[in-house]
């Protein structure tokens, strides 16, 4: 699945389009932690790194509703660290084996050029369930809470903070629960890069998201990120600001919803609707008395 929020996305899908044109491929996902890494190098937070590697690949697995059943995996580190290495690796056979994933390969690079450690993790598998990711209007827009950083560096420069390691939540049993059960879920997102600007995805040209941004109370880092001179519209459109998957369903669903998620260790809350609209996303911002609008 290749990054919808950047300016030449449309470009690079059209581009890829042409190599599946008449040919039968798997769902897959494929993605990595980025900016994160050189503070998990500095703080040898090696287990830590193989979870947010995976779990954001498992992630986007669940929104597109398959079942992971193949994984690959690229390290890259600053100088030869077996110890660093096995400890990713053990992490990633550990969680594969409890979801039945085989791991088919894997590959190290040396870089010494680079300041940390990536970790680059591509799943494929099997449709549980194939529809459109499409919002529809009058649903309620439920929230579950994550931590989600980049630009950190930028940000924080030199300065370090326990939260910047914390691997990102894992959503997937829940939701491989939620579609073996047929809950109506109509659309689903995985707030990452461009955060509460991927909503405008599955909208469509008639439908707004409304989302009141103090419905699931950011931690405490993300206040600390917006008192940085962060504007508010850069920081829902940057951060997740502590909400990292949002599903729409109608209303008479979300204590059924909201009862399977707690199974798996998640409240999650109402925090906004869809309506009729122009294709915008309007958020209530937690940081500030502004609405934002995308």
Known sequence: MYDTTKPYSERIQEIVK??????DFPPSSTDGIGEKGRYHWQQRTF???ALDALFQNLNDAGVMRFKVKYLQNHIMIPRDDEG????????????CIKRNIVITSGETAIHESYPGVEISVNVQGEYIERRPNVFQQNEVLLGAGSNG?????????SEFNPEFVRPTPSYYDALLDLLKQRFQIS???????????????PLGKGLDAIVDGTSLIPQSIFYEISSKEVPDEEMYRTFNCGVGLILAAPEKDLEDIIHAFSFHGFNPRPIGKVVSGTGKVKIKSAFSDKQIIY
Request: hydrophobic share 40%.
């Open 149 to 157: 950083f980049t630009k950190i560096g930028e940000i924080f420069g």
């Open 47 to 49: 287990r830590e790194v």
């Open 84 to 95: 660093a290495i096995t400890e990713i690796v053990e992490t990633l056979a550990e969680q």
């Open 187 to 201: 659309g689903m997102i995985h707030v990452t890069g461009g955060a509460f600007t991927r909503l405008k995805s």
């Open 18 to 23: 042409r190599t599946q044109i008449g040919k």
